[in-house]
């Protein structure tokens, strides 16, 4: 194995399915244990592809057919119905270990060189004391829909001995209805001060109000119907080959179940097309001829880039362009840069990329 040289740099790597949480380092020094040596890999760039979608859910009310007749509304659900539509769709990059690209940095006995890698092995930073923390990504969470106006206490509250009792559901209906237009006016007198007792206080006041809107929905949704919107988060990744890639169904969104898996055929597919805009090449010196790897030098990827399109039902929702270590080459550093005694260095890398994003002296 060609002696490869570890910089370490501080860049965050993001998690699949959620904010990437902080970053575990670890740090290794050149001593007598290693032989001055040491060893890690450096990354492959992983995409992961963050879906949100949107779910509705309509529920026709008990007495939808009464809805005209008592309330004067042709806004009643008729059927039951479940619609999903992307909400939001987020690529976000990060690196993974990649075990064909493992090296070791050789640096010159009694010197005093560390190095910070991730928890999987990649490259940080080196002569660094402590990686700065990773820029997480912003994904959506899942939120749960809230409950219906059916689904709160005012809705048994909202009815009384009278609809309880009716023989009928069109007396129940005309009951509920009555409630409805009784339950406005008591709301509007109180407001208005129109009332015998009134609240000792404004906070009293408020919850009798609020309790009387709550009842009011509560009944008017027995005609109408209750409508719940939720959101729910998939995250799928994706890794790049060398070469174009067309068509790949990441997952598909089924109309009532939202994400579902790739096999199921009730849901249409979320593509991904992988295009290779660069491939990194090797440095080259004032002749035009490519630099030799540094002996027992600190091994560093030069990147490529790419880009990925998504597609969802017949147009296209996302495209962004990435930088990407399975594109580029592997180079090195030489460790005489990291211990020079009058000018020492110090390296960050990107683990995404495994590139050098800093080299300078080491501050005085």
């Known amino acids: 194995m060609r002696h490869k040289m570890l910089t370490a740099v501080v860049c965050a790597a993001t998690v699949a399915a959620a904010p990437a949480a902080a970053q575990q380092t670890q740090r290794f ?3 007598k244990a290693t ?11 992983v995409l992961d592809i ?3 979608t949107e779910h509705t859910v309509k529920t026709p009310g008990e007495f939808q057919n009464y809805a005209k007749r008592y309330l004067s509304t042709d806004d009643a659900i008729r059927q039951t119905s479940s619609q999903v539509r992307v909400k939001s769709i987020s690529i976000n990059a990060r690196g993974m270990a990649n075990p064909d690209e493992r090296y070791a940095a050789q640096f010159k006995p009694g010197t005093n060189v560390s190095m910070l890698l991730s928890e999987a092995g990649v490259p940080l930073a080196i002569n660094v004391e402590e990686a700065p923390a990773p820029a997480a990504p912003v994904l959506p969470k899942a939120v749960d829909a809230k409950p219906t106006p059916l689904e709160t206490p005012a809705a048994t509250q909202a009815i009384t001995q009278d609809i309880s009792r009716a023989s009928s559901p ?3 209906a005309e009951l509920m209805s009555q409630r409805i237009f009784e339950l406005r006016e008591q709301r509007n007198d109180l407001i208005s001060g129109n009332v015998d007792n009134m609240p000792v206080d404004n906070g009293a006041m408020q919850v009798a109000i609020d309790n009387m809107a709550a009842q009011e929905a509560a009944l008017y949704a027995m005609f109408t119907g209750t409508t719940k919107t939720f959101t729910r988060v998939q995250t799928v990744s994706f890794t790049p080959g060398k070469t174009d890639s067309t068509g790949v169904v990441l997952t598909r969104i089924s109309p009532l179940e ?3 898996d790739v096999s199921d055929l009730s849901g249409i597919p979320l593509t991904l097309d992988f295009r290779v805009d660069k491939k990194a090449v090797l440095p080259t010196n004032e002749k035009g001829e490519e630099k030799k790897f540094p002996k027992g030098g600190v091994a560093y990827m030069i990147p490529g880039t790419g880009t990925v399109t998504l597609s969802f039902n017949g147009r296209k929702i996302a495209s962004e362009t990435f930088d990407l270590a399975q594109l580029g080459v592997v180079f090195g550093l030489d460790p005489a840069l990291f211990t020079d005694k009058k000018a020492p260095c110090y390296a960050e890398f990107s683990p995404v990329t495994g590139a050098v994003t800093r080299l300078d002296v080491i501050p005085e």
């Not at 032989?35 to 760039?45: F, G, I, R």
Request: aromatic share 8%; net charge neutral.
């Open 50 to 52: 963050t879906v949100e």
């Open 35 to 45: 032989e001055y040596a040491l060893v890690y890999s450096l990354p492959v760039t």
């Open 29 to 31: 020094s050149a001593g």
């Open 258 to 260: 939202g994400a579902v």
């Open 170 to 172: 069109s007396k129940k």
